[in-house]
């Protein structure tokens, strides 16, 4: 049992979560530092007032008991006092109401900023678009690592940033006003990040907005905070926060990245190049629901020996990955590029016991977006 404990045992992850944590995150942004000064000023004041309500409560009951010979006042009325606590709770609102109503302010003050990206929430990823400002094109998904998905199946968590690791870490610079604009592909999500200060959600079909200015380098991290389906608890947030000259250097090696992997539609592929690029498409986005070996698991259906993937009739299956199915059991995977969805439809029509033969090429998939 100790040698358990001591394989279990975490430490506080910078950035993240702390062990036995009951106070905020450590603010790295000055709105951070402002909810964490407002939190305590709230705090004290209600303390003063449950410690003065209260006492006088009990001083009354204790100082004028029957027992003691007390007798009771007869009056109805007393203008002096309704006035006093009219007054008094007036002011005590007025004092929290206004460093309150600065800070909201300041939270919704999304002006003249540094850089633009968009969070759009999917069940359950994060996809970033850089909107505005420096690296201004850049695009990518933001997935938990598969290795924790795997832990968390097998009931064995490791690591101080278990559940919080991911695949593609939204990276931004120090000092610098980042608006972070919000929406959603599916239901409600929302970005929230403690050590900066910020939860804003994400709704389908409307767009809202937020901003932090890290002024620390580091790793933060946060998670969904709106309930959003069985795999809610699988949608981490994780931001790198980088020097300017590291940011630079991070953008230009991002672009080269993307200029690399960007594909002609129009390509014809072979089934063995198609499939490889399939397997790891899976890996990264599938594995986690319909397991590595095409199984699924409960209610989540398998794809090995499913009709839909041996069916000849190629759109079926892709209509079901483009446009989800199960009142959204099966999320759709439009944010997938065409090429992506060729290959992971290629490979499970030819992996495990499904071995079909058949090719489903980028242009297909183009075509069965219209």
Sequence with gaps: MLAAKAAMAVNS????????????????????AEQQWLHYFMLIICSVIF?????????????????????????????TVEVVWTIVPFVIVILMALPATKAVVAMKDTTNADLTIKATGYQWKWGYDYLKGEGEGIAFLSTLDNTQRVMSDMGKPEGDDYLLRV???LVVPVNKKIRIVTTANDVI????????????DAIPGFVR?????????????????????????????????LSSEDYAKWVEGKKKEMAAKADDPSKVWELADLAARGEKVYAANCAACHQPNGKGAGPIKALDGSPIVLDADKSKQLAVVLNGA?????????????????????????????KTGQIVQPAEVQAARK
């Design 326 to 354: 199960g009142n959204g059991a099966m999320p759709a995977w439009k944010q997938l590029s065409d090429t992506e969805i060729a290959a992971v439809v290629t490979y499970t029509k030819n992996n495990w016991s499904n």
């Design 209 to 241: 907005d937020t901003w932090f200015r890290a002024e620390k380098v580091g790793d933060f991290y946060g998670q969904c905070a709106e309930l959003c389906g069985k795999e809610h608890a699988y949608m981490p947030i994780h931001v790198k926060v």
């Design 167 to 169: 695949d593609n870490p």
């Design 189 to 200: 999500h929302a970005w929230m990040v403690p050590a900066f200060g910020v939860k804003q």
């Design 13 to 32: 992850l910078p950035g993240g979560p702390a062990v036995n944590q009951l106070d905020l995150h450590p603010p790295v942004t000055k709105i951070a």
């Design 51 to 79: 410690v003065g309500v209260f006492g006088v409560m009990f001083y009354s009951i204790l100082k004028h008991r029957k027992s003691k010979g007390a007798k009771p006042a007869n009056f109805h009325e007393s203008t």
